[in-house]
């Protein structure tokens, strides 16, 4: 089955850290580009992060810029390793394949909840 | 950075009428790289439509895209029960970046 499945969410103090996880099957993710988007509570999405299928490429949005970092395994997983945490940080996040020609995400997860409060 | 402006915030339609949902850019966007999603209650992003006009796999022929420029439009013919939802619409800047617009909320009139 082709799917994405993130972990790692949680309840999280201003400035802590978290790793969020996304485990993905039924297709050739070692040659996929992946992204991170994230929602805010009742608010539209934002793109955060992506990496190219080798990890020779990412990047990421100017308001996590310096705080998160994007990294995969050769196998089947992707990770977001969140550093500094803001209240404003809290969202959803979805992992989604990134396709590479025209650039959309054709396939997202259901996200995993993280709440930054003290 | 190019910011995309959906109108209207919300339609109140009744199944079996048409939707007509609009995404404005703030400077042009190249077809190729304008895509729309369906976001339903407590579930992820699906996309529906890539490249401004082309269906994605699954999708059923009621929903079509069209536009160039700064304006793209999502049409949703004879509304069924299951597309009650929100719609984003999605660009590729470059760079790289992407942005979506705030959304559009299509709610049971």
């Known amino acids: 089955q082709v799917q994405l499945v993130e972990s790692g969410g949680g309840l999280v103090k201003p400035g802590g850290s978290l790793r969020l996880s996304c485990a993905a099957s039924g297709f050739m993710f070692r040659n996929s580009y992946m992204s991170w988007i994230r929602q805010a509570p009742g608010k539209g999405l934002e793109w955060v992060s992506y990496i190219s299928a080798r990890s020779t490429y990412t990047d990421y949005a100017d308001s996590v810029k310096g705080r998160f970092t994007i990294s995969r395994d050769n196998v089947d997983t992707l990770y977001l390793q969140m550093n500094s945490l803001r209240a404003e940080d809290t969202a959803v996040y979805y992992c989604a394949r990134l396709e590479r020609e025209v650039w959309y995400f054709d396939l997202w997860g259901r996200g995993t909840l993280v709440t930054v409060s003290s | 950075e190019v910011v995309l402006t959906q109108s209207p915030g919300t339609l109140s339609l009744s199944p079996g009428e048409s939707a007509t949902l609009s995404c404005r850019a703030s400077?042009?966007?190249?077809?190729?790289?304008l895509a729309w999603y369906q976001q339903s209650p407590g579930q992820a992003p699906r996309l529906l439509i890539y490249?401004?006009?082309s269906r994605a796999t699954g999708i059923p022929d009621r929903f079509s895209g069209s536009g160039s420029g700064t304006d793209f439009t999502l049409t949703i013919s004879k509304l069924e029960p299951e597309d009650f939802a929100v719609y984003y619409c999605q660009q590729y800047g470059g760079s790289p970046t992407w942005t979506f617009g705030q959304g559009t909320k299509v709610e049971i009139k």
């Open positions: 490249g401004s006009t």
């Open positions: 400077q042009s966007v190249s077809s190729s790289y």
